[in-house]
């Protein structure tokens, strides 16, 4: 499921009459040094790729601009769509309508009296409407501009491949960002992680980006041998990574977006996903786990017990979850916003 059933009904409502025409759409890069499409890391900006191609399949125009430069060309767009709540308050300084993404899982870590949530709030409040991508994210701020779209996969890219025989993959940039600096914390569950796999004597392979991901494993140094660091893949050599490996572990102790991109990526190549969050049914009941290193090997070992009952629930999942279902949805929202 993309929208929740109440935020499909109200859409509905509103676009049922509504005849379809081609929108002029902007979407609002974050940041300018990285990337669209990324080369390497890049969450928000590989949403926004996605967002672009399939919209543009659907006939829409849609081009991507730094916050500054969409206030001087908005007004030769239908839809202003930004990811980053000080874009979006830059928008509403300038009384400029937008809908608004928001990709924060900080809003989890520091709370309702942080900054960083009550940034994120206004954000919403100032928007035409807004978006998350977890139900998670939906019940923490409770807003009635608030709607749940969900993330996608592109299954043509990430093709199906089984192979049980490979090493485990653990992958993401870890830790926690904030006022103070970066936080060497575990947030995607290497450390259980690896104690699992050395308990069972498997290779794994850990992938992520430089930027964060050396730091974390200088403030915790692991001694596996089996243990292997890889840093700064393109889109290509991860989707060869995924290809690569059995089992995917996925043990993160917050995320915005849920299902978050690489779990839909891993299971679009097939890999069975052990981790913490089920959101709307994403990971396989059997295979989801407390951050602790005995029920990973417990789920690793029904696993491989069983790989193809759970590699064909991955890729499954992954194809009811495609990009092009995620922006037929968003479509409606931008019809129910102009």
Aim: a negative charge.
């Amino acid at each position: 499921m993309i929208l929740s059933d109440e935020s499909k009904k109200v859409i509905e409502e509103k676009v049922k009459n509504f005849k379809k025409k081609n929108l002029k759409i902007l979407q609002v890069q974050p940041v300018s040094w990285v990337d669209i499409p990324p080369k390497n890391h890049g969450a928000v900006e590989l949403v926004i790729f996605e967002y672009k191609k399939e919209l543009e399949k659907r006939g829409h125009i849609v081009d991507v601009m730094l916050v500054d430069e969409a206030i001087k060309n908005y007004k030769d767009y239908d839809i202003i769509q930004t990811h980053m709540a000080d874009g979006a308050l830059k928008l509403s300084e300038e009384k400029i309508p937008y809908l608004f993404m928001m990709h924060d899982h900080h809003i989890f870590v520091y709370g309702k009296n942080s900054k960083c949530f009550i940034n994120n709030n206004a954000a919403i409040e100032g928007s035409v409407l807004s978006m998350v991508p977890g139900q998670n994210c939906m019940e923490f701020f409770n807003h009635p501009k608030l709607h749940l779209l969900q993330h996608g996969v592109d299954t043509e890219f990430y093709s199906l491949k089984y192979n049980k025989n490979g090493p485990l993959l653990i992958l993401g940039q870890n830790g926690i960002g904030g006022s103070d600096g970066y936080n060497p914390f575990d947030r995607k569950g290497f450390l259980p992680s690896i104690a699992a796999a050395e308990i069972l004597d498997l290779p794994i392979i850990c992938a992520g980006p430089s930027i964060n991901n050396k730091l974390f494993f200088e403030v915790h140094p692991q001694s596996y041998k089996k243990l292997e660091i890889i840093y700064d893949l393109n889109r290509e050599e991860l989707r060869d990574l995924y290809q690569k490996c059995s089992i995917a572990i996925m043990p993160s102790s917050v995320e915005a977006g849920w299902p978050n991109l690489t779990t839909l990526e891993a299971m679009s190549v097939g890999l069975p996903v052990i981790g913490t969050f089920n959101g709307e049914g994403i990971i396989h009941p059997d295979l989801v786990v407390k951050r602790n290193k005995n029920q990973i090997v417990d789920a690793m070992e029904k696993v491989f017990s069983n790989y193809e009952h759970y590699s064909d629930y991955s890729r499954l999942v992954a194809e009811q979850n495609t990009w092009e279902k995620v922006v037929y949805e968003l479509e409606k929202l931008y019809y129910a916003a102009t």
